[in-house]
């Protein structure tokens, strides 16, 4: 069965406007503010000390802080962030009349999990990027094959090729529909990029990425709710696919002639 695209959509945003879905926006905001502080902090950090005093003004979020521990915070913030998705990804594949609370096996192997996100999607990046550089088309077509990575590690506790192989399967034959959900995230990403730079024009610098942290939660938190519900039609379907055709017939079964 083809993925039902509209029913990804408002599966999804069901699934975002539960008590569950409020706590992963505001872990998500969180992370996003402390990111964005800790790159702010790190560059200043780094910077001779009139440059810094210079660059403060119109820097946004930060705190003071040398460059190094600006660099760990950054990296403790990153590895929180797998953390992060893998619990969002298994809680967001659970069944919907479930989604009050977080799953029993949230944080289970977390540890796996979270590396295997770190480096697999690091994999991923790199593959979508050289794509992307080299033609549109194949970078749209490895973002959408490998959309369901993080849901067959989390989910399926599978390991780093498994997980591609697992995502590129579940992609097959719904990558122009997947398509169009990387594509509108990146329409997304454009208009933030538009907006941040008009702010900092204004003189409001910590404005803009306010503006950019809160607005890339509201954005992309129904999107990997929708991604997860795409998952979950294609993963069933498959599996529903793939035990008809293993389990044999039972030969009492079938009447004689």
Do not use: C
Not at 59 to 69: E, I, Q, T, Y
Not at 104 to 116: D, K, N, V
Request: no cysteine; hydrophobic share 55%; aromatic share 10%.
């Amino acid at each position: 069965m083809a993925l039902q695209l509209s029913h990804a959509v408002s599966d999804g945003i069901r699934r975002t406007l539960t008590r569950t879905g409020g706590i992963l926006f505001v872990g998500f905001l969180v992370i996003q503010f402390g990111i964005q502080t800790a790159v702010n902090s790190t560059v200043l950090g780094y910077l001779p000390p009139q440059a810094a005093a210079q660059f403060s003004r119109n820097a946004g979020l930060a705190l003071p802080m040398s460059g190094n521990v600006g660099l760990a915070l950054f990296g403790v913030l990153i590895i929180l962030s797998s953390v992060y998705f893998v619990i969002l990804s298994r809680t967001f594949a659970q069944p919907l009349s479930e989604m009050s609370t977080f799953p029993a096996p949230a944080t289970q192997r977390l540890g796996r999990a979270t590396a295997i996100a770190l480096v697999g999607g690091l994999i991923v990046s790199i593959t979508v990027m050289i794509g992307f550089f080299l033609l549109f088309i194949p970078g749209l077509f490895f973002a959408a094959s490998f959309l369901f990575f993080i849901f067959a590690v989390a989910v399926e506790d599978r390991g780093i090729i498994s997980s591609l192989k697992r995502s590129w399967g579940l992609a097959r034959g719904s990558r122009l529909k997947l398509g169009v959900l990387v594509v509108v995230s990146a329409l997304f990403g454009g208009v933030i990029g538009g907006v941040a730079p008009l702010l900092d024009l204004a003189g409001v610098p910590v404005a803009a990425d306010v503006v950019t942290v809160v607005l890339t939660t509201v954005f992309f938190l129904p999107y990997y709710a929708i991604i997860a519900s795409a998952y979950l039609q294609l993963r069933d379907d498959r599996d529903v696919s793939n035990r008809s055709t293993t389990e044999p017939i039972d030969a009492s079964q079938v009447p004689e002639l």
